[in-house]
């Protein structure tokens, strides 16, 4: 699937690290270097502008080893970018350690995966069939 990109970024286009990966990494986009207090927040730019096909969308993931060596994650996981946005793809990070953490330009920062979707048609009904789960949940079931 080919895909419309801007990149007014001096970054590579998104890259997939094998030839499995399902998502492409994104790169940070900074004049100067950004840092992320503990409990911290921040929108970073990536440069990039995409033009995704009707029906597809693209999550925003976190970068697991950020997650685990650095506690710095994605906020809003799975972001979702729609079809018909034009605006820059912009990465919220959070950092949820003790310590400050320093985002580079050029740093891998998120995971872009792009996903097809389907639009739901509602039938608003009376009941609902039954299940054998039922109403059960959050941690309904007993299983670890």
Known sequence: MKIKIINKSDNPLPAY???YSAGAD???FLEKPAILKPMERKLISTGLFLELPDGYEAQIRPRSGMAAKHGVTVL?????????????????LIN?????????NGDRIAQMVIARHERAQWAEV????ESDR???GFGHTGKH
């Open 17 to 19: 690290s094998t030839v």
């Open 26 to 28: 994104l790169r940070a």
């Open 76 to 92: 809003n996981t799975p972001g979702t970018i729609d079809a018909d946005y034009r605006g820059e793809v912009m990465i919220i």
């Open 96 to 104: 949820l350690s003790k310590d400050n953490f320093v985002v580079n």
């Open 126 to 129: 009376e009941r609902l069939n």
């Open 134 to 136: 039922g109403e059960g």
